[in-house]
Nanobody, 120 residues
Framework: QVRLVESGGGLVQAGGSLSLSCAASGGTFSSYDMGWFRQAPGKEREFVARISRSGGMIYYAASVKGRFTISRENAKNTVYLQMNSLKPEDTAVYYC?????????????WGQGTQVTVSS
């Protein structure tokens, strides 16, 4: 069982930056692709970014490409999401997730989420 704990959320003004972290425990971190998702009030959860277990393959949603950067440190069992040029529409609860199968969009473990609020 993998446990994921996000941190780093908060309140920031539009144009500002935030860095999220997700610490994993209970499994072999380097065996999982990791992803970030978000869910805004009244909306469905949406994909933000994904990084392969080696870090060699990275994918972004079009809405965040060029502004957000996903990275990971396998030695620290941690995945990061650096968010720059934040917009009010980035306001959401951000979740990290772990996927066992590199060829599947399915994620097996989820964190509890961290709130990001961007004021205009």
């Amino acid at each position: 069982q993998v446990r994921l704990v996000e941190s780093g959320g908060g309140l920031v003004q539009a144009g500002g930056s935030l860095s999220l972290s997700c610490a994993a425990s209970g499994g072999t971190f380097s065996s999982y692709d990791m992803g970030w998702f978000r869910q805004a009030p009244g909306k469905e959860r949406e994909f933000v970014a994904r990084i392969s277990r080696s870090g060699g393959m990275i994918y972004y949603a079009a809405s965040v490409k060029g502004r957000f950067t996903i990275s990971r440190e396998n030695a620290k069992n941690t995945v990061y999401l650096q968010m720059n040029s934040l917009k009010p529409e980035d306001t959401a609860v951000y979740y990290c997730a772990a996927a066992r199968n590199a060829m599947s969009p399915k994620y097996d473990y989820w964190g509890q989420g961290t709130q990001v609020t961007v004021s205009s």
